[in-house]
């Protein structure tokens, strides 16, 4: 019952989120989007992309679009026409998404492969090879540390980019308030 409570809130925040032309709320309705979103693994069990989507969804990117918006402003400049090209690859790229998802597992089948190999393991030998009681710990800090650490150097480069992107439009705009004072 929980799982279709939180996919119909995702959906209608979805839906708003199309139909929005005010851009902090819509940054704002993105922090709640990926919040849900993290529920929504929780609820599945997966507390590590729980975690991280919490973290980097509803928090540093939610932190970086007002910062973004505290230097752009918070309104939308008008479309003047549909992209039909950037329309058809988006379309195709979805497509192509659903039709890969065939090959996937059911849900909850005993036979996938992760129910084969990898977490039968996790489950019998972690508090063993590698201590803490809890096997999502164990799991995170030891068997997938250096995913962890690639994940916080590709969240580290992407947040310096930005900084370093809005830090070059600041700097222009201060640059082109001076111009007319030096002018005059």
């Excluded at 990898?118 to 803490?132: L, N, T």
């Excluded at 096997?135 to 690639?150: E, F, K, P, Q």
Aim: a negative charge; aromatic letters at 8%; proline letters at 5%.
């Amino acid at each position: 019952m929980i799982n279709f409570a939180l996919l119909a809130m995702l959906l209608l925040v979805a839906v708003a989120l199309l139909r929005l032309r005010d851009l902090f709320t819509a940054a704002m309705l993105t922090g709640i989007y990926s919040l849900v979103s993290a529920c929504f693994f929780m609820v599945q069990d997966a507390v590590d992309v729980a975690f991280t989507e919490a973290a980097v969804g509803a928090g540093i990117t939610t932190v970086l679009f007002l910062a973004t918006l505290s230097m752009v402003g918070r309104d939308e400049a008008p479309i003047s026409r549909i992209h039909l090209p950037a329309l058809a690859c988006t379309l195709a790229c979805g497509a192509l998404l659903v039709y890969a998802s065939q090959d996937m597992p059911a849900w909850g089948d005993p036979n996938a492969p992760v129910h084969q190999h990898v977490a039968p393991r996790y489950i019998e030998h972690s508090a063993d090879e590698v201590g803490p009681p809890n096997i999502v710990t164990s799991v995170l800090a030891s068997y997938r540390s250096y995913d962890t650490m690639g994940e916080v150097g590709v969240v580290f480069t992407a947040a310096i980019g930005v900084l370093l992107l809005l830090g070059n439009g600041t700097k222009r705009r201060r640059t082109a308030r001076r111009e007319p004072e030096d002018s005059a």
